[in-house]
């Protein structure tokens, strides 16, 4: 019998879902059809039931649902293909649906689902259509969920396409989907995908509810640099994630120190987790840590940076306590609180050979939190999410300000603070709100959502909405404005550390960007209490300090009028990049393994 339909059939460590998938393959009332299962590099045993129809390809490492989608349409001919991932289900009459669908003409069918996937574009599931010579985009050149850019979309410009009307299969909603691992709203992201298929290189990313990297592009400049190990250079075993600002480690590789990643599985969005795309950090295989931990025997283990790492950075000490340790924290103990979790981190800061903080108040904190149990002398401080200082190394662009004469300030990643009264109160007062990298994600994160287009339509012209900007384009793009805003919170603790929230202690990652570009900060004046940006924006004169939106406009048209703050965060900016303070890291380090 000839097959009229060739079935795709994708399968990435979801093994304990195929057999439901291939069962709905094998009652379909449509039998003429043959199928391709490929294996795309599970850790898992995968098998098939023994059908002339069916076969299994397996490749030994993750390449991508465009490659696996590839791979299955080379080895099948059928005129028309379809598709079942193998966490999904067809009803008996799936395949015969689509099929009478496109023997009217159409070059693609959809069928419906019971529940709505909530994306713009059909999923794999729905969809039936004519074999055409369109390939899948392949991970080299992007991975998005988008599926219309990864292929419906060039399918669908060879003819007609068009709906059965009919529910005949079912898109399972898991953890573990592929789009889950995308999607912002879905606590996916590039580094959640990263770490999920184990990408050994960068990536072109997007995201239908979020933006697009292009990490080859952006970190082409490390990659292709050679990094020679010094005779008395340290092995440091990097154990964690690396937030924001993930290059900043081979400040540590230019100085001839031999770096590996351990990493953290638990990453969310931005916290960044190996394999690292800049290159030159090898990766441990986190399934086998202590045996390879044990074989590396690192000179010293380097363990980061925020909350999410701490469980994991707590086992790697607890399994080899005699490595020199230095944990290095950012952020933010009431969120290990919060999770049960402050005994792990109150162990670590207590047992490490040494600790680094992002503030004076955050270690000043942990003394309070801790005393009894920890040395104050065992705290230093280092924000361990600066930037590399290369990204410094741009030309800065015209200010808009000096055509329009109105000034104009920067929000880089979520509006904290913001809302929609406040906006509108300074655009009455003549003041633009350039708006970065907005993503429609979960919390606070995706809070703008809820105020933005009302915000654009009663000050047109005064509210901006850009896309996210990259550490390439900082000073390029960030360079066009007056100013930047940092977090705008009331602080209560007046001035006693025991009641410090997490905006007290922290150094905001966008504080160092701005300053890349040359801006002065945007901070509301917490007078009484102790604020660590605060603190360090008097000292470095970087300030623009207001309580009102009428102090906002009046301190940007002073800046306008004598640019002050741009000289001061001109002068900063070398201070607040991770390379100089490099070599202090390097000597903590070896003060450890002495």
């Given at each position: 019998m000839t097959a009229r339909v060739a079935v795709l059939v994708p399968v990435h460590d979801q093994a304990a879902f195929l057999p439901r998938a291939l069962e709905s393959l094998l009652a379909q009332e449509e039998t003429a059809w043959e199928a391709v299962v490929v294996d795309d590099g599970s850790r898992e045993p995968?098998?098939?039931?023994?059908?002339?129809?069916?076969?299994?390809?397996?490749?030994?490492?993750?390449?991508?649902?465009?490659?696996?989608?590839?791979?299955?349409?080379?080895?099948?001919?059928?005129?028309?293909?379809?598709?079942?991932?193998?966490?999904?289900v067809w009803f008996p009459a799936h395949l015969a649906t689509l099929l009478a669908a496109l023997d009217g003409g159409a070059v693609l069918a959809r069928a419906d689902l019971a529940q709505p996937a909530d994306t713009p574009y059909a999923q794999l599931v729905q969809v039936a259509h004519r074999?055409?010579?369109?390939?899948?985009?392949?991970?080299?050149?992007?991975?998005?969920?988008?599926?219309?850019?990864?292929?419906?979309?060039?399918?669908?410009?060879?003819?007609?396409?068009?709906?059965?009307?009919?529910?005949?299969?079912?898109?399972?909603?898991?953890?573990?989907?592929?789009?889950?691992?995308?999607?912002?709203?879905?606590?996916?992201?590039?580094?959640?995908?990263?770490?999920?298929?184990?990408v050994p290189g960068p990536l072109r990313f997007a995201s239908t509810d979020g933006g697009g990297t292009d990490e080859v592009a952006r970190y082409a400049r490390f990659r292709e640099r050679a990094y020679p190990p010094s005779p008395d250079g340290l092995r440091v075993l990097v154990v964690g994630e690396l937030a924001f600002n993930p290059e900043r480690v081979l400040a540590l590789a230019e100085r001839g120190h031999a770096l590996t990643g351990l990493w953290t599985d638990q990453a969310l969005g931005d916290a960044t987790v190996g394999p690292l795309p800049f290159g030159h950090v090898p990766d441990l295989d986190r399934d086998r840590w202590r045996e390879e931990v044990a074989a590396l025997s690192p000179d010293v283990v380097w363990a980061q940076l925020n909350w999410r790492a701490v469980p994991f950075a707590h086992a790697v000490r607890a399994a080899f306590p005699d490595l020199p340790f230095v944990w290095h924290f950012k952020e933010a103990p009431q969120r290990s609180v919060v999770r049960g979790e402050w005994p792990l981190l109150a162990d670590l800061v207590c047992g490490a050979d040494a600790v680094l903080l992002a503030t004076e108040e955050e270690r000043d904190w942990f003394a309070l939190a801790l005393s009894g149990r920890v040395d104050p002398a065992r705290l230093g401080v280092l924000d361990g999410d600066l930037p590399k200082?290369?990204?410094?190394?741009?030309?800065?662009?015209?200010?808009?300000?000096?055509?329009?004469?109105?000034?104009?300030?920067?929000?880089?990643?979520?509006?904290?603070?913001?809302?929609?009264?406040?906006?509108?109160?300074?655009a009455d007062r003549g003041v633009h709100t350039h708006l970065y990298g907005q993503v429609r994600a979960p919390g606070p994160t995706g809070s703008w959502t809820g105020w933005l287009d009302e915000a654009l339509a009663r000050a047109p012209g005064f509210v901006h909405v850009h896309r996210a900007v990259g550490p390439e384009d900082w000073v390029r793009e960030?360079?066009?404005?007056?100013?930047?805003?940092?977090?705008?919170?009331?602080?209560?603790?007046?001035?006693?550390?025991?009641?410090?929230?997490?905006?007290?202690?922290?150094?905001?990652?966008?504080?160092?960007?701005?300053?890349?570009?040359?801006?002065?900060?945007?901070?509301?004046?917490?007078?009484?209490?102790?604020?660590?940006?605060?603190?360090?924006?008097?000292?470095?004169?970087?300030?623009?300090?207001?309580?009102?939106?009428?102090?906002?406009?009046?301190?940007?048209?002073?800046?306008?009028?004598?640019?002050?703050?741009?000289?001061a965060a001109t002068a900063a900016r070398e201070r607040h990049v991770f390379d100089a303070h490099a070599d202090r890291l390097v000597d903590l380090f070896r003060s450890v393994t002495r």
């Open positions: 995968v098998a098939v039931p023994a059908d002339p129809r069916l076969r299994l390809v397996r490749t030994a490492d993750n390449r991508g649902l465009g490659a696996a989608l590839n791979t299955a349409l080379d080895g099948t001919a059928a005129p028309v293909v379809a598709y079942l991932p193998a966490d999904d074999r055409t010579a369109d390939r899948w985009t392949e991970r080299a050149e992007l991975e998005t969920d988008d599926l219309d850019r990864l292929m419906w979309a060039r399918v669908a410009a060879r003819g007609t396409t068009t709906g059965t009307g009919r529910v005949t299969c079912s898109w399972t909603r898991h953890p573990g989907q592929r789009s889950r691992a995308i999607r912002e709203s879905a606590d996916g992201g590039l580094n959640v995908f990263r770490t999920r298929y184990r200082r290369d990204w410094l190394d741009a030309p800065r662009s015209p200010r808009l300000s000096d055509a329009d004469g109105q000034p104009h300030a920067a929000v880089v990643g979520r509006p904290s603070g913001l809302d929609l009264d406040w906006v509108l109160a300074l960030l360079s066009r404005h007056d100013a930047g805003w940092l977090h705008r919170f009331d602080s209560a603790n007046g001035g006693d550390l025991r009641r410090a929230g997490w905006d007290d202690l922290n150094s905001p990652a966008r504080l160092p960007v701005l300053l890349a570009a040359g801006l002065p900060l945007l901070q509301q004046a917490n007078p009484g209490s102790l604020v660590s940006v605060e603190r360090v924006l008097r000292a470095d004169g970087t300030g623009l300090f207001y309580r009102s939106a009428d102090d906002v406009a009046a301190a940007l048209h002073g800046e306008l009028a004598t640019r002050s703050g741009h000289a």
